[in-house]
């Protein structure tokens, strides 16, 4: 460092970079650091902060309205099949994939990924649909394998 930079520092709120890359800005000020002598204190003052208020204080919302409009994914699964790579493959117009579940057995509903429900497959309107015939309890839910 030169004598001419000595007790000199840089200073840039928006410095990103090295000295000889700097993004985000257009010039960098060079100012005058203040001049310590060896043993001179340095003024320290403790830092103040606002209290928060205690868990007891604090209201419980209550307003579920924020998450009524949160879209979720539902799924309904007739049933499961393993298939070999060949067997895949191999699928074409018309082919039949046997599932696990026999016709008329309740599916499950699922909101994203997690069963929820199960019911029965109705056809509304030419358009299939499913009738819930039994909800799924909460302790079930949670336990639910991802």
Do not use: C, H, Y
């Not at 579940?101 to 497959?121: F, H, R, Y």
């Amino acid at each position: 460092m030169s004598d001419s930079q000595q007790g000199k520092a840089l200073f840039s709120d928006d410095f990103i970079g090295d000295d000889e890359g700097l993004l985000g800005m257009d010039r960098m000020e060079e100012m005058q650091a203040p001049a310590r002598g060896p043993g001179e204190s340095i003024p320290v003052a403790r830092a103040e902060f606002t209290s928060f208020t205690s868990p007891s204080d604090l209201q419980p919302i209550g307003n579920i309205d924020l998450l009524l409009d949160v879209v979720l994914r539902v799924t309904v699964e007739l049933g499961r099949s393993s298939l070999s790579i060949r067997e895949v493959l191999a699928l074409g117009p018309g082919s039949v994939i046997e599932l696990d579940k026999l016709a008329g057995e309740t599916v499950d509903v699922l909101v994203n990924g997690t069963p929820i429900a199960k019911g029965e497959v109705v056809v509304v309107d030419e358009k299939f649909g499913v009738r819930i015939t039994d909800i799924v309890s909460p302790a079930k839910r949670v336990a639910a394998p991802l």
